[in-house]
Every structure is written in structure tokens, then in C-alpha cells.
């Protein structure tokens, strides 16, 4: 395909996009329709598709600006100008033609946006504060709350592409180099991730289901911020933990291999599938001592009450925290949601109290950057639960990331840890540890 046709491809994509459906969902349908496109043209177009999503509240202030109607033509164009700097001849060049594959040819008033989007800039100081941070207006003085200072950087950050993570699987690799000498002999580039000891960063995604080190189990993705928050959960052999959000497993696998496969990891979810694949995942990478149910929407605590060493809770949430992974989510949170999820998040937290034991204690998980999701909710719990307080996370991971050869903890936040993509080139994460008072 020529740049010309895999411009026109975006515009088709963008413009068939149905309000109700994922971004990722339409870009894979709209591949899936062009068969005929190679893997190079399918990368191509998916990185211009992502681009202009990226931009997407500035692109459409500066359509507004020159009074020009938002179309995906005119939003495509604008990405070409403001995000890819290309020249207006080029631009040109882009349209029209003699092939059947390529856009059509520009109209006059079209000419005319270019030749206006031409003298300006993607980022604008009289922009609103939401649109130049491509943030939902009404979320904004909740992040603001919960990032004060670092809110621009840290959102801004949230504007960029997510690394890719893998972390070994301790139950069959003992040290995460020998996984990266195996990647390197592979000419995959990569690195030790920063801050946890049991994670590589690769500099682009791969296909693992070809790779004989994942056909045994020696890896998994996970982003380097999920795997710390599962480190700190610091469940040990002999434990009884429950997850009571398990999805897929990803956090119940590093705690079970951090256990040896000795005690017990009670995964719950109220959705069967997800659980089923994560009976895959456990079966390759050869855990044991996982045992996963199904429960409904309003399941109880009575037969769980006070029996396990460790909660944890990794709450449904926003996600804002992984908005650079799904670009699309924050225009499609709506205040609806937000109250759902942080209604969610106390019945499950008061569901932990009930079953945490004597001593054990309560880790409060969330990949949001919101107060609402974080901060708010262990304030809440604790003003009404004088047996908790809040564990000195520092220590926590002295005697977990830094006993492995981990980096150093990030600064606290009043006792409670967020991860953040900026400053610690993770997704956004929030975490608090809830001791248990012995009784």
C-alpha cells in the first residue's frame, strides 16, 4: 500500500467507527477488512489511527478554531499538519490521484484548513486546561486532587505509548537475566525494568505464542506497575490469600509463585471467562495452589470471615491509570461510571475487612489516578474501622522488591503509594496496605 492508501484507510476506519464500540475493536475490524494489506501496511495504519487518538480533544479545538466541521477527514488531515508535521504540498500529495485505494482529492475549503492549520501549533496556550491535557472535564479536579503538582506531567505522560513488559515466572526461572540473554540470542532488544525485579522491558511488542519460552511458561506480560503492586501484597509460603478480582490471574500467578506454591490463593471474579483463561495461564506456567470461583455480582463474606492472611483487592476502577493503553476510555467515562465504581470499591473494601484475619492485612489495588478511586476510599474505611491502619509501605518494600534486588520505593503519598507513568514510566496505579490489628 502507498502512504496514500494507508491514509486513506485511516480516514474509512475512523469515519465507519460506531460510538457504542473500542477504538482497538474498529481498527481491527477495519485490518481485518483488508486482507490484501501486508504487516507493514497494517503497522502503518494502526500507528496513524493511534496518533490521531491520541491528539483527539486538541485536534478538534483547532477544527473549531478555524471553523471547520469535524469530520474524519478534516480530523485525519489536522493529525497529518499538528501531530505528524507534515508540509502542506505533501499533504497535497496525499489526496486524489489515479489509484482507487487513495482519499479523494481535496476541495477547496479543505485546501483552505491546510493552509490555516499550517500556521499553528498542536499545542496551544489558549487552549482550555482539559483539552490541552486531553483529559474528561469533569475527572479533572479529581486528578488535581490526587497528583497535585505533577497533574500536568503526569497526564501529559498519560498522552504517550505504554512500554511493553514481560516478568519472569519464579517457579521456573529463578533470575530474570537468563531471560533476556534467551531474548537477546533472539535479536529481541530489551532491559531490566527499573523497579521490578522480576520484569524485562521490550522496545516493541512480540508475538509469544511462537516462542518456545512462553510455550513453557517462563513469561507472562504484565506491566511493571502490576507487578509491583503484586510483589507487595508479599504473601508467602504457607498463606491463605484471596483475590477477590482476580480476572485472569496476573497478580494471583506472581503471588502464588512468590508463595513456592505452598498455602493458598482463593481467586474470585464475577466473570466465568475470564477465569477460565486464567486456568490456562496457570496450567503453562506450572501453579498449583491457585483455586479459582466464580461468584455472583452480590456474593457474601460468611464463609470467609476473618480467614485469610492477605486480602487483595484490585478493584474495578476508571482505568485511567492505563489510558495511554486504551486512548479512547477517558471519552467514553462518563460521571455514571465513576459513581458505579467508587461505590464498587467500598462494598468490596468492607467485604475485606470482614474477611481478613487477626495480623493479616488488606492491599487496596486500583490503576486509576483519581482521589476518588484512592485516597478517599481508605479514608473512608479507616474512619470507620478502628482495627486497620494504615502499613508502612516503605518497609514493606525493602523486605519484598528490595530484598530481590528491586529499585528503590517511590515517594509516599501519607503512607499510600501511586505508581505513576511519568515519573516512574508505569502505568498509573494507586496502593495502600491495611494492617490488621491483633485482637
Not at 479543505?110 to 472535564?137: F, G, H, S, T, Y
Request: net charge positive; proline share 3%.
Amino acid at each position: 500500500m502507498t502512504p496514500a492508501a494507508r491514509l486513506a484507510a485511516v480516514i474509512e476506519i475512523i469515519d465507519g467507527m460506531e460510538e457504542t464500540y473500542l477504538a482497538g475493536y474498529e481498527l481491527r475490524r477495519g485490518l481485518q477488512r483488508r486482507r490484501y494489506a501486508g504487516s507493514g501496511d497494517r503497522q502503518a495504519i494502526s500507528a496513524i489511527f493511534w496518533r490521531v487518538h491520541r491528539a483527539w480533544a486538541r485536534l478538534f479545538w483547532h477544527l473549531e478554531q478555524c471553523g471547520h466541521e469535524v469530520t474524519a477527514r478534516s480530523i485525519t488531515i489536522a493529525a497529518q499538519i499538528l501531530v505528524d508535521q507534515q508540509k502542506p504540498d505533501d499533504i497535497m500529495a496525499l489526496f486524489g490521484g489515479e489509484s482507487r485505494h487513495n482519499a479523494a482529492a481535496l476541495n477547496e475549503e479543505e485546501r483552505e484548513l491546510v493552509a490555516k492549520l499550517a500556521e499553528r501549533q498542536l499545542n496551544d496556550p489558549a487552549m482550555p486546561r482539559d483539552v490541552a491535557l486531553e483529559w474528561p472535564d469533569f475527572l479533572l479536579a479529581d486528578a488535581v486532587d490526587a497528583l497535585g503538582e505533577a497533574t500536568e506531567a503526569e497526564l501529559v505522560a498519560l498522552q504517550g505509548e505504554a512500554a511493553t513488559d514481560v516478568r519472569i515466572n519464579r517457579v521456573k526461572l529463578g533470575d530474570r537475566r537468563l531471560l533476556r540473554e534467551k531474548f537477546a540470542r533472539r535479536g529481541l532488544k530489551c532491559h531490566l525494568s527499573t523497579l521490578s525485579p522480576i520484569g524485562i522491558r521490550l522496545e516493541k511488542r512480540i508475538r509469544t505464542k511462537d516462542l518456545p519460552e512462553w510455550k513453557r511458561g517462563l513469561f507472562e506480560y504484565q506491566d511493571e506497575g502490576s507487578q509491583i503492586a503484586a510483589l507487595l501484597c508479599d504473601a508467602r509460603p504457607g498463606m491463605q490469600v484471596v483475590d477477590m478480582c482476580a480476572g485472569a490471574g496476573g497478580k494471583a500467578l506472581v503471588m502464588a509463585a512468590q508463595m513456592r506454591n505452598k498455602g493458598r490463593v482463593l481467586a474470585l471474579d464475577s466473570d466465568a471467562e475470564r477465569l477460565e483463561r486464567g486456568g490456562e495461564r496457570m496450567r503453562r506456567a506450572g501453579i498449583h495452589n491457585i483455586e479459582r470461583k466464580h461468584v455472583g455480582d452480590s456474593w457474601g463474606t460468611k464463609r470467609w470471615r476473618g480467614k485469610f492472611n492477605r486480602v487483595v483487592i484490585d478493584a474495578p476502577c476508571s482505568g485511567s491509570g492505563t489510558w495511554r493503553r486504551q486512548v479512547d476510555a477517558r471519552w467514553r467515562c462518563s460521571t455514571h461510571d465513576l459513581t458505579h465504581y467508587t461505590s464498587l470499591q467500598a462494598q468490596l473494601l468492607d467485604k475485606g475487612r470482614a474477611m481478613v484475619m487477626p495480623g493479616g492485612r488488606i492491599i487496596y489495588i486500583t490503576c486509576s489516578v483519581l482521589a476518588s478511586e484512592g485516597t478517599a476510599q481508605v479514608d473512608r474505611l479507616l474512619s470507620v474501622a478502628p482495627e486497620l491502619e494504615l502499613a508502612d509501605i516503605g518497609a514493606i518494600w525493602q523486605d519484598t522488591i528490595g530484598a530481590q534486588k528491586g529499585g528503590t520505593c517511590p515517594p509516599l503519598d501519607n503512607g499510600m503509594l501511586r505508581l505513576l507513568p511519568g515519573r516512574d514510566g508505569t502505568d498509573g496505579f494507586f496502593m495502600a496496605v491495611l494492617q490488621a490489628r491483633l485482637r
